[in-house]
């Protein structure tokens, strides 16, 4: 199983909703990522897990949770967003932290704020 | 200012016909540098990555070229399908210890038949 899955594909929400992202993967790899894609735009990091930890934080706001149960999935916890956070939001994993090792993104979610 | 630029910016090929995509970078130092195709609202997926030792990689109708020397790195598509119309992004990632990957902004090509 060489796929990372992502649900849902799409969601809209208000801005005083709570929603989450899910995010799994069952290739055994050991750090997970959250990226930001606008239209037209590359990715954005957002954060990066090892080994279930939190490492890297891109100076994301507060509005933005994530969070890592086990080592196959990672969630993105949602609350109080504003439209301008719509967005494609992409999730990645790779066997290892580390640039040597290729990153496997998700098909996405199409996150509308209204 | 970015340190990875693609060009063109965006292209028009007719279905049959080959186009060669530009990378430059920065990024220093060097680890690897990927290309990516990312249809319409999809997750990018992995085309090749090259380490600063490798000078060309296929996988089959493309082919990516890296010069450590220059900077510069260039995906060649052959004999292009209307499948092949996405946007490429090249990736560059820093030295081996860190996380982070610069993103191109992306070539996005249209196959028209």
């Known amino acids: 199983d060489t796929e990372v899955t992502q649900t849902p594909k799409h969601l809209v929400m208000g801005m005083t909703n709570k929603k989450s992202l899910k995010c799994e993967q069952h290739?055994?790899?050991?750090?997970m990522y959250w990226y930001k894609q606008k239209a037209k735009k590359p990715p954005e990091l957002m954060f990066v897990?090892?080994?279930?930890?939190?490492?890297i934080n891109e100076s994301v706001p507060s509005r933005f949770s994530p969070e890592c149960p086990n080592s196959s999935l990672l969630n993105l916890h949602l609350h109080a967003l504003q439209p301008e956070d719509s967005a494609l939001y992409l999730c990645a994993s790779s066997q290892l932290p580390g640039n040597n090792y290729e990153q496997y993104f998700g098909p996405g979610t199409r996150l509308t704020v209204t | 200012k970015n340190q990875v630029e693609q060009s063109p910016q965006s292209l028009i090929i007719l279905e049959g016909k080959n186009c060669t995509l530009q990378c430059n970078y920065t990024v220093s130092p060097f680890s690897n540098l990927r290309w990516y195709k990312q249809d319409t609202g999809r997750g990018p997926v992995s085309l090749t990555i090259m380490t600063f030792s490798e000078n060309t990689k296929s996988n089959g109708r493309y082919t990516a070229t890296l010069d450590a020397d220059t900077k510069q790195s260039s995906l060649h598509i052959t004999a292009s399908q209307l499948s092949d119309s996405a946007s490429y992004i090249c990736?560059?990632?820093?030295?081996?210890?860190?996380?982070?990957?610069?993103f191109g902004a992306g070539t996005t090509v249209t196959v028209r038949a």
């Open positions: 897990y090892s080994y279930e930890k939190l490492s």
């Open positions: 990736v560059v990632s820093l030295g081996p210890k860190g996380n982070k990957l610069s």
């Open positions: 290739m055994g790899h050991r750090a």
